[in-house]
Structures are given as C-alpha cells and as structure tokens.
C-alpha cells in the first residue's frame, strides 16, 4: 500500500497513512499481510478503497463498485463511500450500468450510449422522467421484489 505514496511523492508518515486509511474503511494492518485470495469481497472492495484514500485525492472513480456483492456488503460499501467522501471532503465519481446503486450514491446522474452522453441531470430526475431509451434500458434492468401471494387452486 505505500507503493502510491511513493510514486507520487506524498509527504508524511507513510505508515501512519496507511494504518488511518485501513481504520477509516474498518479494517485493521492484519489485512496488510494478507493475499488478495484470502480476503471476501467486501473486504477485497475495502482493502481498494483504503489504498485509493491513502493518497488523500481530491476524487475518486469507482467503477462498478459494488459488483459481485451480495446485497448487506453492497450496502456497507455505499455506506462507506458516502462516509469517506463526507468525512474526508473527497468526490466521488461512480461507473456503472446499476442505476439503484447509483441513486443511493450521486446527486447528479450521466447516461451514456454508444459512446455519447444522453442524459446529464440531478439523479432524481433521470430516474423519475428518463429521455432516452437507454436510460429507460438501465432502470428497467432494476430487480424487483414481487410480493403477490402464489396462486393455490
């Protein structure tokens, strides 16, 4: 994890770094040792987030951040992304084809298609009035729980 800090120079204490961003994404520095084959997903997604933070960026760019987790560990995630981008004043700027997980993150919504940009609003908006198909494609690819009772004839 001190590789980045290295690279770009950052000034300080490199392990006190290192140990404050592991205890702010709540791991401890047992997780410093560890091979990437030993860790679960969520702990995998917060050993990632630890290692972007450490360098103190101005933003960061998730790209599906939350994919492959099972739904309480996408939660934590989202959580942990709002509190990171609260607490340390970082942007956060998500990639992803899950418009669910992006509406419980951003305020402002982007859609592209085909390489263009099709909608740019408040997220509210884009999920309320989609314009453009694709959008619509996205929210519809949306699970949903049914609760209609089966029917026993």
Request: proline share 7%; hydrophobic share 40%; aromatic share 0%.
């Amino acid at each position: 994890m001190k590789e980045p800090l290295l690279r770009l120079e950052v000034p300080g204490d490199h392990d006190g770094m290192i140990l404050e961003a592991l205890h702010s994404v709540g791991l401890d520095r047992s997780h410093l040792q560890r091979k990437a084959g030993e860790l679960s997903g969520g702990q995998a997604q917060r050993v990632a987030l630890a290692r972007a933070i450490t360098t103190r960026p101005d933003f960061l760019l998730a790209d599906e951040p939350v994919s492959g987790l099972d739904l309480p560990m996408r939660e934590q995630i989202i959580a942990l992304l709002r509190r990171i981008a609260a607490e340390h004043g970082t942007g956060v700027v998500v990639v992803s084809h899950d418009l669910s997980m992006v509406a419980d993150l951003c305020s402002r919504t982007i859609v592209m298609h085909a390489g263009s940009v099709v909608e740019d609003r408040p997220t509210l908006a884009v999920l309320r009035s989609p314009r453009h198909p694709r959008t619509r494609e996205l929210l519809d690819a949306i699970p949903t729980l049914t609760t209609e009772a089966p029917d026993h004839e």
